[in-house]
C-alpha cells in the first residue's frame, strides 16, 4: 500500500499480537471444546452451511497451512476451504482438536515473520471461537480475554484490507478513546463513527448476526465494513 497525502501511516504493528491471541484462545478454548459431548460438534453455526465440526476443521487447516507454508495460489478461497473440511471429515475428533491445539500453539512466530498479511488469519480463527460459542448458546461468544488482542489486530487488518475509515470509541479496557480502524475516503468523505462495546465492534467486521446488539453506526453501512469479504490489499 502506497501513503499518500489521504492515506495515514499504518498503524504500528505488534509482530507478537497474533501469537499471543492464539495462545490465549487455545488456554481458554480447547479445554472447552475437549469437555463438550461429540454431538454438539453437529450444531449448525453463524457460517453458512458449516456445523461447529465444519468451523474447527477450518480452524485447524488454516492454523497448519500457516506452519507448514503450504499457502499456494487461492488458499483460504470457499473451494479451497471446503477441500481442507472434506480432507478432516474421517479423522477422529480428538486428533482434530490436537492439530488445531498444534496450530494455535505453533502459527504465532510464522505470522508475527509474515509483516502483516497474516494477521487476518489469527483474527479469523479467534472469531471462528466465537462462533462456536454462538453456536453453543455460551454468553460473551466474540468477548473473553482474548478481546483487546482481537481489537488490536482488527485496525492494523482493517487498515491493511483499506476499509473505509470509522473512528471508533468502543466501551472496553484498554481501547484509550476514539481510534481511527481503515483508510480516508479517497473522495474526501467523512469518516464514520461508531460507538458501542468491542464484542458489537468485532460482530459488525465479521459479519456475524447483530441481533439483540446496542450500538450506534453513522456515514457508513454495515454491508461496508465486512472485513473477510475484502482481499487484503499487496505491500509496496
Sequence with gaps: MTTTASTPAAPVRDPELPGLLLRTERDAFLPLLRATPEAAYGLRTACPGWTVRHVLAHCAAALTRVVEDRLEKGVFSPESNERDIAERAELPLAALLDELERGMTEAGPVIAAAGGKLDGVALGEWVHAGDVREAWGLDGAYAG?????ALGL???????????????DVESEGWG????????SPEGRPAGRYRGDGPTLIRLYANRPLVGSRYELHGVREGDLHLFDRPSKPAD
Design 145 to 149: 480475554h482474548g478481546l483487546a488482542y
Design 154 to 168: 482488527l485496525e492494523g487488518v482493517a487498515y491493511r484490507k483499506e476499509m473505509p475509515q470509522v473512528v471508533a
Design 177 to 184: 478513546g476514539p481510534r481511527p480502524l481503515g483508510v480516508p
